[in-house]
Structure formats: C-alpha cells, structure tokens
C-alpha cells in the first residue's frame, strides 16, 4: 500500500496492520490533549512509514493513505479529526 | 481506514476528484491538468523567491544588530570611563536586549533556511511528476481510445493532483511561518530604531519610555557583572577619563608616548605613572 506523508513524500508499506494500529494509537494520543504525548505517537507512526521504500518523484500514481505533515501540530491534528481539514481549498 | 490518514486521504481525494471532474472531454482534461499543473509549479516558484527574500531582511537586521552589540559595548566603556556610571548601564542594557534579539534572529533564520530547502525539494518533485505526466499525455493520447483514456487519465491526474495538493499545503505552511517572521521581524526594526544613542550627552539628562522598559527588562545581575568586569578592566581609568573629556572619541586615540609602541589595546592602564590602587 502506498502511503504519503504531506509535504515529504510516499512510500510503500507492506505491513497494513502494523500501520493501523500506529495510527490507531496516535489518534488516541491526540484526544488525551497532550502534545508530547501526542507527537511520540505520530513520530512513532512517522518512522514506522519512512521504514518503507521510498517512491521515486517521477511516479504517477497516487496514495491509498495520507498524514498530515510531520511538523502537525496537536491543533492541526484535532481540527482535522472534527472535519475542518489542513488543505487550502 | 479511520484515524489522522483516513481522514486526510478523503479530503485531498475529494479535492483531486473534483479538479477532474471540470472537463469531460479526455482531451481537454490533459490539457486542462496540465495547465494547472504549470500554474502551480510558477506559484511554487514565487513561494521560494519570498521565503529567500525574508530570509535576506532578517540576516541584514542580525548585521545591524552585530554592530550595534560592538557599539553599545565601546559606548559603556567611554561611559564608564568618564564616570558616568548610569549611563554605562544603560548601554550594557541594551547590549543585553540586543544580544537576545540576536539569539532569536538565529533561530528564525535558520527556520526559514530549512523551510527554502523543503520548498525547493517540493519544486523538484513537482516538476518531475509534471515531465512525466506530460510524456503519459502524449502515450495516452496516441494509443488510447476515448473510454480508455480516460480511465488512464485519472490514473496519472491523480498522482500529479495529489502532488499539487501536498506542495499547496507546504505553501500555506511556509507563508504562514513567514507571516509570524514579518511581524517579529518589524518589532526588531523597532528596537534598532531606538537602540544607540548617538550623543553619549544627551542621555544622560532625560529618560525616555525605552529606558524603563529596558530598567523592568533588565536581568540586571548581568548587567551588573559585566559593568563590575568593565570597571575592573579600566581599572587605571582616571587618566582615560581626562583624555576623553578633552575630546577623545577612542580611548586609544591619544596614546601617550610609551618606549616602543608595544601595541597595546590599552596603554593607559599599562602606563605605570597613573596606577591606582585596585578597586
């Protein structure tokens, strides 16, 4: 499956259920309303995606998942849970 | 799947879906994602040119503020000098906001630096998924028929369009940081405008709102060291002091006459005929 973080790029992962869960946990971290908490779950997740192969910058295709930026804030992350969104219209 | 990417990944498909959505003709779709594709990779363009444009104004205002460090310092030690204590302090204030300042501009500039790189790494992949949408139009068009193509059309649409959203969110991102280095960039300007005092005299007299902002600033036990370290320094001052009531601007200016010119920084301290005792 082909993953990308915004702003930095996609990768492929092959372990679909590792990813859930990470993601699972990250999100929990984000309602506990701590933003270190918080960040050591994302980064976790992070790290977990950037373990995959790299695509190529040239590659067509798009994503099965999106993260929101590395740099996301714990603000960011719960407005984009509640449906407000990162991205300019 | 829900959590933070489920999320994320439906709206930037949505978003994507609906720019395919504005032609129905293949043709005009490749042309029309194109276009947009080139608008994009020009705005992206001018994104860095500002970031780099910041980044210039705030490594002119570290210079400024540099020299202004020296400054205050050279204008204590005069201060102190001819005995205008008060005065010395005033300068070594603001030596210190200065040099806090300094430390933020660091900082800041070093952001900006890192977020040029960023941008200029999103302009290349960006260009590179444009050159090979660009050479799949021409396949897509050559060898496909109308149903076909536009099936491969969104195939390759969608990584491009995905691509543009992702390099649009960094550029929000990045003008958003500059936005907030703009305005600290100004309240900087504002402390360089009031920041030297030309006329070591002029000060002396009358305290203006600067002054007791910087009093209330003051962590004044580093004032205080450094002024006790200046007046250790000029320890033999009392000969200094009448050199510059005479009109010296440099305290080395009017070295008297010693054996050989042995180079020193201060030869009024070095010159035995005015020791004092320490302290």
């Not at chain 2, 205008?84 to 040099?99: P, S, Y």
């Not at chain 2, 496909?144 to 960094?170: K, P």
């Amino acid at each position: 499956m082909i993953v990308r973080i915004a702003t930095e790029g996609q990768y492929e992962i092959s372990d679909e259920q590792k990813l859930s869960e990470l993601d699972t946990a990250a999100v929990a971290a984000a309602e506990s309303g701590d933003e270190v908490t918080f960040h050591a779950a994302y980064d976790a997740l992070l790290a977990f995606v950037r373990s995959g192969a790299q695509l190529d910058a040239d590659h067509l295709g798009g994503s099965d998942l999106i993260l929101p930026p590395p740099d996301v804030t714990l603000a960011e992350a719960r407005a984009e849970f509640s449906g407000e969104g990162l991205l300019p219209n | 799947m829900p959590g933070i990417s489920g999320r994320m990944s439906t709206v930037v498909k949505s978003k994507i879906s609906r720019l395919l959505d504005k032609a129905e003709d293949p043709g005009e779709t490749l042309d029309y994602s194109y276009q947009k594709q080139l608008e994009q990779l020009q705005n992206v363009k001018r994104g860095i040119a500002d970031v780099v444009t910041a980044k210039k104004r705030l490594q002119a205002q570290e210079q400024t503020i540099q020299q202004q460090v020296v400054k205050l310092d050279t204008q204590a030690r005069q201060a102190l000098a001819v005995g205008q204590e008060d005065l010395a302090r005033t300068a070594l204030e603001r030596k210190n906001v200065a040099q806090t300042e300094l430390q933020t501009l660091d900082q800041q500039i070093q952001e900006l630096q890192q977020q040029q790189e960023n941008l200029t790494d999103s302009e290349q992949k960006l260009r590179s998924k444009i050159e090979a949408f660009r050479t799949k139009k021409e396949v897509i068009k050559a060898q496909y028929s109308a149903a076909e193509a536009q099936v491969r059309i969104s195939e390759a649409a969608t990584g491009v369009g995905e691509q543009m959203a992702d390099v649009g969110l960094a550029m929000q991102r990045a003008v958003d940081k500059t936005d907030q280095m703009k305005a600290r960039a100004n309240a900087v300007q504002e402390l360089e405008a009031a920041g030297t005092f030309d006329d070591l005299t002029a000060l002396g007299s009358g305290e203006d709102d600067i002054d007791r902002q910087l009093r209330e600033l003051s962590s004044s036990t580093a004032v205080d060291d450094e002024l006790a370290k200046m007046k250790a320094e000029l320890g033999g001052g009392a000969s200094t002091a009448g050199e510059l009531a005479a009109g010296s601007a440099e305290p080395t200016a009017e070295e008297p006459p010693s054996d050989q010119e042995s180079g020193s920084d201060a030869p009024s301290i070095e010159a035995p005929a005015f020791e004092e005792p320490e302290q």
